[in-house]
């Protein structure tokens, strides 16, 4: 979030909301509204969709996010990487600052929906 107040916690450094990690679905990282974050554990509810449902790392982020998230009321996005190597860059913004690398040299960095 841009131009957000000084000594403002936001959802970042708490596991399960802005970032979360299992070696068996996928690793992610969120950006937006905190608040919403941290309510809805979205980083661990994607996953959690993934290892009990069985859905795909881009099924549950964009349940979570374009769905979920937006009934809340709660702008913002997530960054993911499944245990396959499959990225998703997930939000309900217009844009969204992402970039990603892989280790065969590939490279992608983004603002807006252009992908």
């Known amino acids: 979030m841009a131009n957000k107040r000084y000594n403002r916690i936001g959802d970042s450094p708490v596991i399960g909301a802005g970032t979360y990690a299992n070696n068996a679905t996928c690793a992610i990282s969120c950006t937006g509204h905190g608040e919403y974050f941290?309510?809805?554990?979205?980083?661990?509810?994607?996953?959690a969709l993934m290892e009990y449902k069985g859905t795909s790392?881009?099924?549950?982020?964009?349940y979570v996010v374009m769905d979920k998230l937006v009934k809340a009321g709660g702008d913002g996005g997530v960054i993911g990487v499944?245990?396959?190597?499959?990225?998703?860059?997930?939000?309900?913004t217009p844009g969204m600052f992402r970039a990603y690398a892989r280790a065969d040299g590939e490279e992608e960095v983004f603002i807006f929906r252009e992908k």
């Not at 499944?82 to 309900?92: I, K, P, Q, R």
């Open 57 to 62: 790392l881009k099924e549950a982020a964009a």
């Open 38 to 47: 941290i309510r809805y554990a979205v980083a661990h509810d994607i996953s």
């Open 82 to 92: 499944d245990h396959l190597g499959n990225v998703t860059m997930t939000f309900n």
